[in-house]
């Protein structure tokens, strides 16, 4: 497995992959990586011959300072699990190199980064969009690959993929969970014993709406979310957005197509998202 801190060397290395007409996966991610993580990887396996991730902590896409020095590194390890996962190259930059001295230029989706996630984050899908066309420019891949988890993050890449006309397909892979339901995250390992196992609400309560979905309108999968979280006390439902599956629209009375349900929870300061899209 090659690693590349420098623009050139990646270049070079992924160069090199393609030598022989051979296909490129990349899987963009900030690091401290976990199972769910290694499912992306594993998706981009089987997407294309060889496999590039990027580890880079992106600082256009945190408010507070705060946040970002407390994002977890750990790039030893972050290594190690992708040498064993057969990853052929990991771009791994500083922030010099992603935003150059001057640089002054910013992608952005209009409409779907300030809606929803966006109205509470402002800036920070603009700060995806930046950081995720500027590693594309670098990598040159074929495919990319992205979890369903962050489903709005999904949506906001693929249109900006479609509107700016780069080559390149962007593939949704499906949420990881753990046996019991919940959804892998970094965030699983900070929940106290009662809040972890509190925490399956979220997908029961998807589950709940998911089952409820043949002739329902947008007012019973709200009801059906609702009511399950209720009966979890240590659950404080802070978000539910119905929408359209593809545009994020807002949607009202019965379903008429892929709904995407999006949840976050909070167990005390520890927020929790999960999704679900399902069909009338
Ligand atoms: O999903 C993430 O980890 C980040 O938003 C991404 C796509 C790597 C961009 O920094």
Do not use: W
Not at 79 to 103: H, I, N, S
Not at 187 to 196: C, F, G, T
Request: glycine residues 6%; contains cysteine.
């Amino acid at each position: 497995m090659r690693i590349c801190r420098s623009i050139s060397d990646c270049r070079a290395a992924v160069k090199e992959l393609c030598a022989t007409d051979k296909t490129v996966a990349m899987v963009p991610t900030m690091g401290f990586l976990h199972a769910g993580h290694m499912s992306l990887v594993h998706t981009a396996k089987a997407e294309a011959d060889h496999v590039v991730v990027s580890i880079f902590v992106n600082p256009t896409q945190f408010g507070e300072s705060a946040d970002l020095d407390a994002y977890p590194r750990d790039e030893a390890r972050d290594l190690d699990m992708l040498r064993k996962a057969g990853v052929a190259v990991v771009f791994m930059p500083d922030v010099e190199t992603m935003y150059p001295a001057g640089d002054e230029t910013i992608v952005e989706t209009t409409r779907l980064a300030n809606m929803l996630h966006g109205k509470v984050r402002p800036g920070h899908f603009r700060g995806v969009t930046t950081v995720v066309t500027r590693l594309f420019n670098i990598v040159q891949p074929d495919v990319a690959v992205f979890g369903e988890k962050d489903y709005q993050q999904l949506q906001v890449i693929k249109r900006m993929v479609a509107d700016l006309h780069m080559p390149l397909t962007i593939v949704g892979s499906p949420t990881v969970r753990d046996e019991d339901g919940l959804a892998m995250s970094s965030r699983n390992v900070r929940l106290s014993a009662e809040d972890r196992q509190a925490a399956l609400v979220l997908n029961q309560s998807l589950t709940a709406a998911e089952a409820a979905a043949t002739g329902a309108t947008v007012a019973d999968l709200h009801k059906a979310i609702v009511d399950t979280i209720a009966t979890e006390p240590r659950a404080i439902l802070t978000g539910l957005d119905i929408v359209a599956a593809e545009t994020l629209n807002d949607i009202d009375g019965p379903l008429t197509g892929p709904t995407a349900i999006m949840i976050s929870v909070a167990f005390g300061d520890i927020l929790l998202i999960d999704q679900r899209v399902v069909t009338p």
